[in-house]
């Protein structure tokens, strides 16, 4: 089964990309997400590894994950190694002069091998699965436009402080 969502978010590409790529943010902002662990040596990046368990009804599935794209700021993918057979991708795209940032979350999972009992769960766990991407973006955008808020905010004070700074002749 695969399922996507979408969304604008007023903040440039590198600012989300720091969220997207961030592990110890997950649980922060994904939606159903109750673990989202390094389980690798190297944190992020292809290769980096990670346990992840996301609620869907009252069963928690995942299992382990590898990053097998990280093309900074645009593309983030990984794959399972153990568990749900998954595949995950972010994508953001600039908007707007850099301005903005359209980020896409897409999410294909199957219960390999299960045959058509298999294939109700998928279809029954959609829905679920899908309001969960969609919470997820929505948070990340609550997010990381404050964070931008709060970062145009402090450049405002720091150039009214060094306007306000008499000079000395």
């Given at each position: 089964?695969r ?9 440039p ?5 720091g ?12 939606d ?36 097998v ?43 390999a ?15 679920a ?10 948070e ?7 964070e ?13 402080a060094?306007?306000?700074?008499p000079?000395?002749?």
């Amino acid at each position: 089964m695969r399922v996507q969502a979408a969304i604008d978010i007023v903040a440039p590409p590198q600012l989300v990309w720091g969220f997207v790529t961030d592990p110890t943010r997950y649980l922060h902002f994904m939606d159903g997400v109750t673990r989202w662990e390094v389980a690798s040596e190297q944190v992020s990046g292809c290769g980096a590894r990670y346990r992840t368990l996301m609620r869907v009804g009252s069963a928690e599935v995942g299992g382990l994950v590898e990053i097998v794209e990280h093309e900074q700021p645009r593309e983030l993918a990984w794959t399972s190694v153990t568990g749900i057979d998954q595949r995950g991708r972010w994508r953001l795209r600039a908007r707007a002069n850099g301005a903005r940032t359209r980020v896409e979350l897409r999410l294909q999972y199957g219960v390999a091998g299960a045959g058509v009992l298999g294939w109700l769960a998928e279809q029954v766990a959609a829905p679920a699965v899908r309001e969960n991407l969609r919470r997820s973006l929505r948070e990340l955008k609550r997010q990381a436009e404050h964070e931008q808020a709060r970062a145009a905010a402090a450049a405002r004070r720091a150039a009214a402080a060094a306007a306000a700074v008499p000079t000395r002749r």
